[in-house]
């Protein structure tokens, strides 16, 4: 049974730091597609970082320079580094990882980050 569990979110003050984990359980996910989505109340899920199985990452505009992307192969985890964060980083953050071809997507079942003013 693949499971993804991400780990790390919590409540923190603006300007501050977090990372977050995923942590895959049935799977190996070191020739996958790896990723972190997030989703604010009543807004769409929106992707925050991408990591293929060669390294290349991609940020999108309202999180590059801030937010980073690394897998540990050794323990099958993903993470997310975000600093100098911001209220408007306030939501669920969700790891997905893809594998296969056709690639098979797996959801983990996200963690709350609160950004504070």
């Known amino acids: 049974q693949v499971q993804l569990v991400e780990s790390g979110g919590e409540l923190v003050q603006a300007g501050g730091s977090l990372r977050l984990s995923c942590a895959a359980s049935?799977?190996?996910?070191?020739?996958?597609?790896m990723a972190w989505y997030r989703q604010a109340p009543g807004k769409q899920r929106e992707v925050v970082a991408t990591l293929t199985s060669g390294g290349i990452t991609y940020y999108p505009d309202t999180v590059k320079g801030r937010f980073s992307i690394s897998r540990d192969n050794a323990k099958n985890t993903v993470y997310l580094q975000m600093d100098s964060l911001k209220p408007e980083d306030t939501a669920v953050y969700y790891c997905?990882?893809?594998?296969?071809?056709?690639?098979?997507?797996?959801w983990g079942q996200g963690t709350q980050v609160t950004v504070s003013s």
């Open positions: 997905l990882g893809s594998l296969g071809s056709p690639p098979t997507n797996y």
């Open positions: 049935g799977i190996i996910f070191s020739r996958g597609f």
